[in-house]
């Protein structure tokens, strides 16, 4: 640095005493500090080496206590606090800025660190904005009208050919009463469950807000902490129900502006008007309709709690039921659901001083409810249909139930006009001619049906038989019921053994599930009644008890010759024999017998009892339409399709959906072809000889299950597959325990089996469904398997045995003429048929499909390893049907 640029101050004056005055200092401060103290605070000297001079002693003590005493900094060697060049703090600013960030008082990572007053600056400038925001957002909303917001409109609904269905489901079922007609204990339950501080609150609940933000963060929906304030607003804003921020932010807005100018008891009225309680009903007037066929005013405190509980969704509240859009919405879990919340919503009213506690011990059970549907459009079989596709445009989020309540769609369907009403008809006719009530209370009461057809070569459902009247009967008979399928489910245990194989006996489990010998249809098994069932590896069979499984067939009777009684699977399918599929099932595995039928098209949680041995005999619960898909994918050699019930759906916008066909190559051509070859000698030559039709190729398999309590018939042409099932259950839902009644005697016939009653709708619908198309032939079957349990002596002719016991060493050598009583109630094989033919699979070839042999040993000879029944609520059943005795062997 130049040397004039280090040169010291001079004193003002010359001699002694200015120059003791310069280095006394002023005693008062005031006079200016010497150039020298104002230089870098990086050293403590000044230039030159002087020591630096303080404004009073005070100062200068201080300084002293910081260090001040120190050394100037000697040539070429850094003072303690020298800073190299480039480095340390920065220069002062020449002017004060407005934001000092980054500090320049402060050195290394501390300049980065916003002062106090920085961060409180902001803090107060952001919330200043906030405010702000929200002041001009509150200024510009405005209260909605809810007469100009509702503008219900309707869903027109299109046969498959374009025709219009009917146009419903938009219109509102409403009926706007006043406060004073709506019952102080519905506007007390609702207030206790959902906004306690209804009457002191602003109109929104900050908590609620804030969780309803952190469920976006999360990815989930904004529902959840709305005060009733903010519901009546979002039902009267129905052009926007969307779950996003810029809706709620509204909802919040409004809701305060809302429950600035309008009166409580104005909203709370509002908000009952106009609330969704579920089954169409928007308001409490229409519930209590709805629900209980009385007026708003005359609800009980219970009824009011019942239905405060339907607001938190009628899904999953109604009693009813809503399996058709959620499988876990089964009457029994709603009503459970229901109960508590009933309960729950009366223990807060007590709580809150709204009710006595002497009242509230008034209601401890759900209310009576019924379920009138007054829309005429939607009798008959219309109203299932239109269940049908609003459940599948649910459960398929293409739409939300919300959405559709508002209307406003195109739906176009896969039904086709005629065969409904031709499916109907058959139905009909069946039942006026062999079903009287009056004539046989005792097993002719509560008989239902159910059926469905879906097309093969594209998975569309085109007709449903859901029950007799729409308006009257609630539960769509052709989707889940409960009823167990019985023997239509053995396709399922031959399609498994022929895909993957059985097991070797001789290899360890591990490598017996790889290494695996495909079936033939050829292939033999013991057709023996009370068969010891075995595991694959030739080890006898036994549950957790110990207890050995003997299978019963139907009607107690062998099929083959003794010793080994052995029969080809072909002819095993046609006779319905149980014990040799029960057998083939447990030597391919239980496991890929499941996989085989989901495979095909049924659903995993229609699967009852996958464990037991009586799984490949048909305890689980499928339901007609998923029946029907299944057996579609053996008409479609092995491509399988799920069923559907809706082709597109627009609205004002344009087209909001169109269903894509998906097929999957569930099975191999020459597995699927292979079973349709032993289906089609099921009604060529055994028990489905009722449902052949004129000139046309049928494959099918009749059903009988446990008790005879249900009856199928599922069978297939190449171009249409149809589900017919028949059962009796009690169609009052006010019947506690309801249970599947047995069919004994139904119909004036001694039992009812999937050869009588259902076979002959198929037939009668079949034949007028199909009139006019060309008739179609199946593929040949190529070659399959290897014949396995092959004798080197050929079978002779099977005879039945009249009553065989246990092990008996010798059959019959030829068909009995008659044959003994059983214990049982199932009946008697017989020579001779009825009028239609419905009963000859009962004749000497031992084609039967009743109770008896399907039902397991309690509809035959009673079995010594009888035990209590497996329920088929391991399903998911929700009718709550039993299987009956496992241990005897449960029907199939």
């Known amino acids: 640095m130049s040397e004039h640029r280090r040169k010291p101050p001079q004193p003002q004056g010359g001699g002694r005493a200015a120059a003791r005055r310069g280095q006394s200092g002023s005693s008062s401060g005031r006079r200016a500090a010497p150039r020298g103290a104002t230089e870098s605070p990086s050293g403590a000297y000044g230039p030159g080496g002087e020591e630096r001079s ?9 300084a002293a206590q910081r260090g001040g005493r120190r050394r100037a900094a000697e040539p070429g060697r850094a003072g ?8 340390g703090r920065a220069a002062a600013p020449g002017k004060k800025r407005l934001v000092d960030y980054p500090r320049f008082d402060r050195d290394g990572w501390r300049r980065w660190v916003p002062s106090w007053k920085l961060v409180s600056g902001l803090c107060i400038g952001f919330f200043g904005a906030m405010v702000a925001a929200a002041g001009l957002a509150y200024s510009m909303v405005e209260i909605p009208i809810v007469a100009k917001t509702a503008k219900a409109q309707n869903n027109v609904y299109y046969w498959a050919d374009g025709e219009q269905m009917v146009a419903t489901g938009g219109e509102r079922n409403r009926q706007i009463i006043n406060l004073s007609q709506i019952p102080k204990a ?3 339950a609702v207030i206790s469950q959902e906004n306690k501080t209804f009457y002191k609150d602003s109109g929104v609940d900050p908590k609620g807000i804030a969780r309803a933000v952190f469920n976006m963060a999360r990815g989930g929906n904004t529902q959840g902490g709305s005060t009733i304030t903010q519901q009546y607003v979002k039902n009267a804003m129905l052009d926007d129900q969307s779950q996003t921020i810029s809706r709620k932010v509204k909802e919040i807005f409004v809701s ?48 009011c709690a019942f239905l405060a509980a339907m607001l938190k969704g009628a899904t999953y509240y109604d009693p009813l039921g809503s399996q058709s859009i959620d499988s876990a919405a089964t009457p029994k879990a709603n009503q459970k659901r229901a109960l508590l919340q009933m309960q729950d919503t009366l223990d807060k009213m007590v709580e809150y001083g709204h009710l006595s506690q002497a009242e509230r011990d008034k209601y401890k059970t759900l209310p009576k409810w019924q379920n009138p549907r007054t829309n005429t459009q939607l009798s008959g079989q219309i109203g299932y249909l239109v ?80 029950g007799a009247d729409a308006t009257k ?147 689980s619960d499928p339901s007609a339409i998923r029946m029907a898909g299944s057996y579609g994918t053996f008409a479609s050699s092995g491509k399988q399709r799920s069923p559907f019930s809706v082709t597109k759906v627009t609205n004002k916008d344009g087209t909001v959906y169109t269903h894509e066909v998906e097929t999957k190559q569930a099975f191999t051509a020459k597995v699927a072809d292979n079973v349709t070859d032993v289906l089609k000698t099921v ?45 009796r259950y009690p169609d009052d839902e006010s019947i506690k325990n309801r249970t599947f009644l047995e069919m004994y005697g139904t119909g004036d016939q001694e039992s009812i089996h999937g050869a009588s009653f259902p076979s002959e709708i198929f037939h009668d619908y079949m034949e007028e469904a199909l009139k006019g198309q060309p008739a179609e032939k199946f593929p040949t079957p190529q070659p399959i398997g290897e014949v396995l349990n092959d004798d080197p002596e050929p079978t002779p002719t099977p005879s039945i045995t009249e009553t065989e016991e246990e092990e008996s060493p010798t059959p019959s050598p030829s068909v009995t003429e008659t044959e003994e009583e059983q214990e049982s109630p199932s009946p008697s094989a017989s020579q001779s048929c009825g009028i239609l033919g419905w009963n000859c699979e009962n004749e000497s070839n031992g084609g039967s499909d009743n109770g008896g042999s399907e039902n397991g040993g309690s509809e035959g000879e009673e079995s010594p390893s009888s035990s209590p029944s497996q329920s088929s609520s391991e399903g998911g059943n929700p009718r709550g049907g039993a299987n009956g005795d496992i241990f005897g062997g449960p029907n199939g």
């Open 54 to 62: 303080y404004g009073g002693r005070a100062e200068a003590r201080r």
């Open 80 to 87: 303690r606090r020298a800073v190299p060049a480039g480095r």
């Open 186 to 188: 519905m506007q007390n």
């Open 256 to 303: 305060i502006k809302v429950g600035a100018n309008k009166d409580k008891d104005e909203i709370l009225e509002g908000y009952l008007n106009t609330a969704y309680y579920g089954r169409g009903a928007y308001g409490i007037q229409a519930a209590a309709r709805a629900y209980f066929e009385k007026d708003a005013v005359d609800l009980n405190p219970g009824e």
């Open 387 to 466: 269940d049908l596709a609003k459940a599948s445009l649910i459960k398929n989020d293409v739409v939300t139930a919300t959405q559709l309540d508002q209307g406003g769609y195109s739906i176009y369907t896969t039904f086709d006009k005629k065969k409904v009403e031709e499916l109907e008809t058959a139905v009909t006719k069946v039942y006026k001619k062999n079903i009287d009530p009056k004539k046989r209370p005792d097993t002719d009461t509560h008989v239902q049906f159910g059926g469905a057809s879906v097309n093969p070569k594209t998975g569309a459902i085109e007709a449903i038989y859901g």
């Open 473 to 619: 009967h609630f539960t769509n008979n052709a989707d889940v019921t409960g009823a167990q399928v019985g023997s239509t489910f053995k396709p399922f245990v031959l399609a498994a053994a022929m895909k993957w194989g059985v097991r070797d006996p001789d290899l360890g489990q591990v490598q017996a599930q790889d290494e695996r010998t495909v079936v033939s249809p050829d292939s033999l098994y013991s057709g023996k009644n009370k068969l010891k069932i075995k595991n694959y590896d030739g080890s006898v069979w036994q549950n957790e008890e110990g207890e050995e499984w003997l299978q019963v067939n139907d009607g107690g009777v062998s099929y083959g010759k003794a010793p080994d009684y052995k029969i080809d699977l072909r002819e095993a399918m046609r006779e319905s024999v149980n014990s040799s599929f029960v057998q083939l099932g447990m030597d391919v595995g239980l496991d890929k017998v499941k996989d085989a039928a989901i495979e095909a098209g049924l659903l995993k949680e229609s699967l009852a009892g996958t464990s037991f041995p009586s799984f490949s005999i048909g305890i």
């Open 683 to 727: 009604v060529e030559e055994g028990t489905g000889t009722n449902a052949k039709l004129t000139g046309r190729e049928v494959a099918g398999k009749t059903g009988t299950t446990d008790g005879n309590k249900s009856a199928w018939f599922v069978g297939y042409t190449p171009q249409l597959s149809t589900a017919i099932t028949m059962f």
